[in-house]
């Protein structure tokens, strides 16, 4: 048997990370079994669903990686099926018609709740036996299942063991509303039997409507899937992950200059482990992963780790593909890298010191944007007076070297250094400034080298000429 999963999110939000580490775990199992991956877009709900959701799932989920085989499958063109297999069981007696209206409904809900009585459809109260029998040829009607009555439902959970509940909890519930759309609980059930959905793994909100949904399966003779019900995220403070919490959204993690793997690793080991390993490559994810091996208990979202891992990732992974998804970060902060060094090579000697690729291409700008500024507490600092001899020597030593690279540049700033019997910093943090624009860089030869003879000259002029007009004022 081939395993099939689906990731089935209705739309009437963007992709936030609940989601989207339901989909990744939905995602690799199918991928560590050989199996398939369905996307499935639950808008039934013509009134919450919008098309711009639609859209910023796809967008989530491309941009993390998870590729489905097969799908989108929409709900909202399955209407037909759906209601050919209402017809079915209405002739088997195994759904009806319901006339009650939704006035006498709440009525006797409430008088339930307030006879402390867990409130749920029945048939034989007074009221609802009333109004059904009262019911003419064209009063509205809607379509209730007729859930069995005795004994119970039992499912082995792959994440919380054995779940039994017993029938006389369940109550016969709407499968098509008066206006004629099929609801929830019945359509989940008729697309993953035709999609030959094998394992069903979604979040812990759903597990009441298991039971509800492994009754309809049956009277439909439809093989029943397993089920896996993947804890909440919780905040940090231990609240539902929220909003409040900052960034929810798998998109709002690009724009704040995440990488994708990195935020695919730490949605994997949150609620997920494998002994105590906590980087995991794609392909270490899909040969470990376990449904069973899915904690219990909510796991609290952290964003220092989430960072932690970014940075991790922003060194490790190689420079071609963080470029790829720098290049957005650059555009969004408007740098052009047309005139400058590779930005593979820039990478490579920032990466180490950026978090984020938000910060990596801020840190990148001055390789590609000439300043008219200095940063005003490292020029206060640095760009003294007593720094304009180490800037000229150094100024005349690079000028005439033949060699543009770091090492040939470390050397020139060693010889001024030595020549003015000064410790290297009195004329590398001078130097940093006029070429940054700023107090703090890597390796100084090596910005140098990127940056090119020119610029570095040029920028070394502009600084003296500041520090000339600050001795004037
Ligand atoms: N459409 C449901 C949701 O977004 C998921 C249903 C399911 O996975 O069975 O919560």
């Given at each position: 048997?081939?395993?099939?999963?689906?990731?089935?999110?209705?739309?009437?939000?963007?992709?936030?990370?609940?989601?989207?580490?339901?989909?990744?775990?939905?995602?690799?199992?199918?991928?560590?079994?050989?199996?398939?991956?369905?996307?499935?877009?639950?808008?039934?709900?013509?009134?919450?669903?919008?098309?711009e959701a639609i859209d910023a799932i796809i967008e989530g989920m491309t941009w993390l990686g998870l590729d489905w085989d097969?799908?989108?499958?929409?709900?909202?063109?399955?209407?037909?099926?759906?209601?050919?297999?209402?017809?079915?069981?209405?002739?088997?007696?195994?759904?009806?018609?319901?006339?009650?209206?939704?006035?006498?409904?709440?009525?006797?809900?409430?008088?339930?709740?307030?006879?402390?009585?867990?409130?749920?459809?029945?048939?034989?109260?007074?009221?609802?036996?009333?109004?059904?029998?009262?019911?003419?040829?064209?009063?509205?009607?809607?379509?209730?299942?007729?859930?069995?009555?005795?004994?119970?439902?039992?499912?082995?959970?792959?994440?919380?063991g054995r779940i039994e509940i017993a029938n006389k909890e369940l109550d016969d519930l709407i499968i098509r509303r008066s206006?004629?759309?099929?609801?929830?609980?019945?359509?989940?059930?008729?697309?993953?039997?035709?999609?030959?959905?094998?394992?069903?793994?979604?979040?812990?909100?759903?597990?009441?409507?298991?039971?509800?949904?492994?009754?309809?399966?049956?009277?439909?003779?439809?093989?029943?899937?397993?089920?896996?019900?993947?804890?909440?995220?919780?905040?940090?403070?231990?609240?539902?992950?929220?909003?409040?919490?900052?960034?929810?959204?798998?998109?709002?993690?690009?724009?704040?200059?995440?990488?994708?793997?990195?935020?695919?690793?730490?949605?994997?080991?949150?609620?997920?482990?494998?002994?105590?390993?906590?980087?995991?490559?794609?392909?270490?994810?899909?040969?470990?992963?376990?449904?069973?091996?899915?904690?219990?208990?909510?796991?609290?979202?952290?964003?220092?780790?989430?960072?932690?891992?970014?940075?991790?990732?922003?060194?490790?992974?190689?420079?071609?593909?963080?470029?790829?998804?720098?290049?957005?970060?650059?555009?969004?902060?408007?740098?052009?890298?047309?005139?400058?060094?590779?930005?593979?090579?820039?990478?490579?000697?920032?990466?180490?010191?950026?978090?984020?690729?938000?910060?990596?291409?801020?840190?990148?700008?001055?390789?590609?944007?000439?300043?008219?500024?200095?940063?005003?507490?490292?020029?206060?600092?640095?760009?003294?007076?007593?720094?304009?001899?180490?800037?000229?020597?150094?100024?005349?030593?690079?000028?005439?070297?033949?060699?543009?690279?770091?090492?040939?540049?470390?050397?020139?700033?060693?010889?001024?250094?030595?020549?003015?019997?000064?410790?290297?910093?009195?004329?590398?943090?001078?130097?940093?400034?006029?070429?940054?624009?700023?107090?703090?860089?890597?390796?100084?030869?090596?910005?140098?080298?990127?940056?090119?003879?020119?610029?570095?000259?040029?920028?070394?002029?502009m600084a003296l000429a500041f520090i000339a007009e600050r001795e004037q004022a």
């Open positions: 048997m081939t395993v099939k999963t689906r990731f089935a999110p209705s739309p009437t939000g963007f992709l936030h990370v609940g989601g989207a580490r339901t989909a990744l775990y939905s995602w690799l199992y199918a991928k560590h079994l050989n199996g398939e991956f369905v996307l499935r877009i639950e808008d039934t709900d013509l009134e919450r669903s919008t098309q097969e799908g989108p499958y929409y709900q909202t063109k399955r209407f037909d099926r759906y209601n050919a297999l209402i017809d079915v069981l209405i002739e088997q007696n195994k759904a009806y018609k319901c006339y009650c209206p939704k006035e006498v409904l709440d009525e006797v809900r409430e008088e339930q709740m307030a006879a402390g009585v867990k409130p749920r459809y029945d048939a034989n109260h007074p009221k609802i036996k009333a109004a059904n029998d009262a019911a003419t040829a064209d009063s509205p009607f809607a379509i209730r299942f007729r859930n069995p009555t005795e004994g119970s439902v039992v499912f082995d959970d792959q994440i919380r206006d004629g759309s099929p609801t929830y609980n019945f359509c989940v059930v008729v697309d993953d039997w035709d999609m030959g959905i094998t394992h069903v793994v979604r979040g812990e909100d759903h597990i009441n409507n298991t039971p509800r949904q492994i009754n309809i399966y049956e009277a439909l003779g439809a093989p029943v899937p397993t089920f896996a019900h993947c804890a909440m995220i919780l905040g940090d403070d231990g609240a539902k992950l929220s909003k409040r919490h900052g960034a929810v959204s798998v998109m709002q993690y690009r724009d704040e200059g995440y990488l994708p793997h990195a935020l695919l690793n730490y949605l994997v080991r949150l609620g997920w482990s494998h002994g105590d390993q906590e980087i995991f490559s794609m392909e270490e994810m899909i040969s470990l992963f376990e449904l069973t091996a899915i904690s219990k208990s909510a796991s609290a979202f952290n964003t220092d780790k989430l960072r932690w891992l970014n940075h991790h990732y922003i060194k490790t992974t190689p420079a071609d593909e963080v470029a790829k998804h720098l290049a957005w970060h650059l555009e969004q902060q408007q740098i052009d890298v047309a005139n400058g060094p590779a930005i593979t090579d820039v990478i490579a000697i920032l990466a180490e010191r950026a978090e984020t690729l938000v910060e990596l291409a801020a840190q990148s700008r001055y390789f590609y944007h000439d300043f008219s500024e200095f940063e005003a507490g490292a020029a206060k600092k640095h760009l003294r007076p007593v720094a304009k001899e180490p800037l000229m020597l150094v100024k005349e030593k690079l000028a005439a070297l033949d060699s543009w690279e770091s090492e040939a540049i470390h050397h020139a700033i060693a010889q001024t250094a030595e020549d003015l019997g000064q410790g290297m910093g009195k004329v590398g943090m001078p130097l940093r400034v006029a070429v940054t624009g700023v107090g703090q860089s890597p390796s100084i030869d090596a910005v140098i080298s990127l940056l090119g003879r020119d610029k570095t000259l040029a920028r070394i002029d």
